[in-house]
Nanobody, 120 residues
Framework: QVQLVESGGGSVQAGGSLRLSCTAS???????YGWFRQAPEKEREGVVTIDTDGTVIYTDAVKGRFTISKNNAKNTLYLPMNSLKPEDAAIYYCAAGNKFVLAAWAYDYWGQGTQVTVSS
């Protein structure tokens, strides 16, 4: 079992920044972690995932603006998000899984989500 708790969401104007955090607890050994998001009436989409060796996969929409990092000592994942756009608005979920792919089906533990709102 893995427990995930996100924080850091909020409301910003377009062009602004937020930093999401996700703290994992439980059996975190050899887990792959990722961020996903879901906007109203849209499917959940992968934002970024990070391998155990630090290799990262970003979705094209956030490349150059979002940067994932991980503090292994604190079991915490970070996602600074810069130059936010209205289309980035969604509920952001932290997830843990057993495969290094940016697809929701590969993740079996999910946080409760944190809302990100971007106004134009």
């Amino acid at each position: 079992q893995v427990q995930l708790v996100e924080s850091g969401g909020g409301s910003v104007q377009a062009g602004g920044s937020l930093r999401l955090s996700c703290t994992a607890s439980g059996y975190t050994y050899r887990r792959y972690y990722g961020w996903f998001r879901q906007a109203p009436e849209k499917e959940r989409e992968g934002v970024v995932t990070i391998d155990t060796d630090g290799t990262v996969i970003y979705t094209d929409a956030v490349k150059g603006r979002f940067t994932i990092s991980k503090n292994n000592a604190k079991n915490t994942l970070y996602l600074p998000m810069n130059s936010l756009k209205p289309e980035d608005a969604a509920i952001y979920y932290c997830a843990a899984g057993n495969k290094f792919v940016l697809a929701a089906w590969a993740y079996d533990y999910w946080g409760q989500g944190t809302q990100v709102t971007v106004s134009s």
